[in-house]
């Protein structure tokens, strides 16, 4: 092919504005932005002038605080716009030193305020709780709350100077990890469909495993876990070295087991969590049954796990421009009503959205919602792509999940926790999904579609639910006095692969390496979020659908929540209690339905 004929992306000057954000909600240009910069740094040195007197008043405590959500909001807003300039071309050098300078006083920021919290904490219970009654705190009584709950697990002074003396050693299983799985690997090259030689890697093998060819998928993925297996060793260790750092910190503060103290933070009990995990051992058989189906439809006497991510169905072909795949967007939010839909579709045709690839800018999408600012969403969109109508769908709906929270909530408690953070998002994807299969135009769409929402429940409720089951295993033999090695960890997820794909899947003895090469397990305890938050957003869409005005404001409450309330509580009052197994069952239950819609389509 010649130069001439290479199609490349156009520089980001060449974008049309109508086709960018519009950042002036934060900052009308770099000016404003150096201004402002310059006057949050010559703020930081006032939080000397607090420290060692928490204990005066709770006038001064109350000032304390006031004056620390000042700066925060400052801060916020000047890392948002630095952050957000910079996606739009990460080669651009005036971006990034925006960026760098930020980073930098967001350090210095956080080493100016960090003795209020231990000082905090060092005030008499007594004292504290008398400062708390008094009418200049009771803005703030939450948030003392919730710092004064890691009473319990915070040591004395030394102790906890020792601990953060620890935090860069801490990272270290983490950083050799993604050194060895980012940089030394190496993969070789695999022959696609079209005869070409192509690079392996860990951004290429997720495209390999689409490939239409069984050979070549086939071929990716033993090429793949060899080098696994090659250095299966060196990757138990630091696989084994982070878990052990989980155990020790939270022995250290006094917690019951690691799962405990990664469950602390946001107030959930580990009900909830071994619950998610006996709730999809509980359904295996509608997975079970997808497997086979899925096997009958590809045609092939066994199925592997490299059959598992090719489309059964292609991706149709379509071509909605941004102004129509609004329109499709727009149409399914309907059931929101008038207020969401009149914000959104202004935002979403106006200059909240960053909407095409250009040379240079950031990969994927994302929403990034702030107090003062717009909440702004960046995309890649492709009008041919199909799937790019949902991620737009997805990530409106964490805008608006931040625009209510920030037009309800003070600063202090607008911005909502991981917990419920793929809620509002995933939301918005089943009401897509819903309106899409009520127009759908013949049954190789609804088929599509079906088969999309069954693996969106198979990859976020199922496949993450035995990642935490993993981790949950791992972390009690270390704590047991058990030894994480290669076999070891190989067994116990070789068993967990046995039991999630079922007597009719083939599980090749190498798949039993993937323990090794899932980065999220070095931050442990975090994925069960993705799966209760699928099945929360499952449950109150059904609800909204089904339901009256009262099930809508219910969960246009939830939005405008913010942390005003601890998740469990947002969800329980948005209809959902996920205390109880009901709601990742009917999750659950509606996979099983959808399995069943689909042999009904396709057999």
């Given amino acids: ?117 231990p000082e905090l904490l060092a005030i008499d219970s007594v004292k504290i709780e008398a400062f708390m009654q008094t009418e200049c705190l009771q803005h703030y009584r939450l948030q003392l709350e919730r710092i004064l709950r890691y009473r319990p697990h915070t ?24 050194q060895l799985h980012d940089a030394d690997l190496k993969f070789g090259e695999v022959e696609n469909e079209h005869g070409e030689l192509v690079e392996l890697g860990n951004a290429t093998f997720s495209q390999f495993l689409i490939s239409p060819n069984r050979d070549v998928r086939k071929a990716a993925f033993h090429q793949y876990y060899n080098q696994f297996e090659a250095h299966e060793n060196t990757l138990a260790a630091t696989l084994g070295g982070s878990i052990q750092k989980d155990v020790y910190y939270a022995r250290a503060r006094g917690y019951d087991n690691a799962l405990s103290g990664a469950l602390f933070p946001d107030n959930v009990p580990q009900s909830v969590y071994d619950s998610l995990i006996e709730s999809v051992r509980n359904n295996f058989e509608p997975l079970y049954k997808y497997y086979e189906l899925r096997r009958k439809l590809m045609g092939i006497d066994e199925i592997h796990h490299y059959d598992t991510y090719v489309p059964i169905i292609g991706d149709l072909q379509v071509n909605r421009s941004w102004d129509e795949a609004t329109d499709l967007v727009m149409e399914s939010l309907q059931p929101l009503g008038k207020t969401y839909c009149e914000v959104l579709e202004a935002g979403l045709r106006g200059r909240w959205c960053d909407r095409y690839p250009n040379a240079g800018k950031q990969s994927g999408a994302f929403s990034a919602g702030s107090y003062i600012g717009d909440p702004y969403i960046l995309m890649n969109y492709k009008p041919q792509v199909l799937n790019d109508v949902f991620t737009l769908t997805h990530e409106a709906g964490h805008s608006m999940h931040s625009y209510y929270s920030s037009k309800h909530q003070s600063f202090e408690y607008y911005n909502y926790t991981i917990f419920v953070a793929e809620v509002a998002s995933t939301f918005n994807e089943q009401l897509l999904s819903d309106h899409m299969m009520k127009h759908a135009q013949d049954d190789r769409e609804r088929a599509y579609l079906i088969n999309r929402d069954i693996d969106a429940i198979r990859g976020t409720i199922i496949r993450q639910t035995m990642f935490a089951e993993f981790e949950k295993i791992t972390h009690e033999m270390t704590e047991n006095g058990q030894p994480l ?73 939830f939005l405008q929540g913010g942390c005003s309330k601890d998740p469990l509580d947002l969800l329980r009052d948005a209809g959902v209690d996920m205390e109880q197994p009901d709601t990742v069952d009917t999750a659950l239950q509606q996979f099983s339905s959808l399995v069943n819609q689909l042999e009904a389509l396709l057999s």
């Fill in 1 to 117: 092919m010649s130069e001439a004929n290479i199609k490349s992306l156009p520089p980001r000057s060449s974008v049309a504005e109508s086709d960018t954000w519009d950042l002036s909600s934060l900052y009308c240009d770099n000016d404003q932005w150096e201004a402002d910069y310059s006057f949050a740094e010559e703020k930081l040195d006032q939080y000397a002038d607090f420290q060692g007197r928490l204990t005066e008043s709770a006038e001064i405590l109350a000032e304390l605080l006031t004056f620390d959500g000042e700066m925060e909001l400052l801060l916020e807003r000047l890392g948002y716009y630095a952050f957000l300039r910079l996606t739009e071309d990460q080669a651009d050098s005036n971006s990034q030193a925006l960026e760098a300078r930020m980073q930098n006083l967001a350090a210095r920021a956080a080493q100016a305020a960090s003795w209020i919290r």
């Fill in 155 to 178: 040591l004395g002074e030394k102790e906890e100077e020792l601990l953060a003396m620890q935090a860069e050693m801490a990272q270290s299983a983490s950083k050799i990890f993604r």
């Fill in 485 to 557: 090695t290669v076999q070891s960890l190989r067994e116990v997820y070789g068993q967990l692969l046995l039991d999630y794909f079922g007597p009719g899947f083939t599980v090749d003895d190498c798949l039993s390496l993937e323990c090794f090469r899932i980065p999220h397990f070095y931050r442990a305890f975090y994925v069960y979020k993705y799966a209760t938050g699928l099945s929360a957003a499952i449950a109150l869409s059904r609800r909204v659908l089904d339901g009256g005005q009262q099930e809508l404001n219910d969960y246009l409450n």
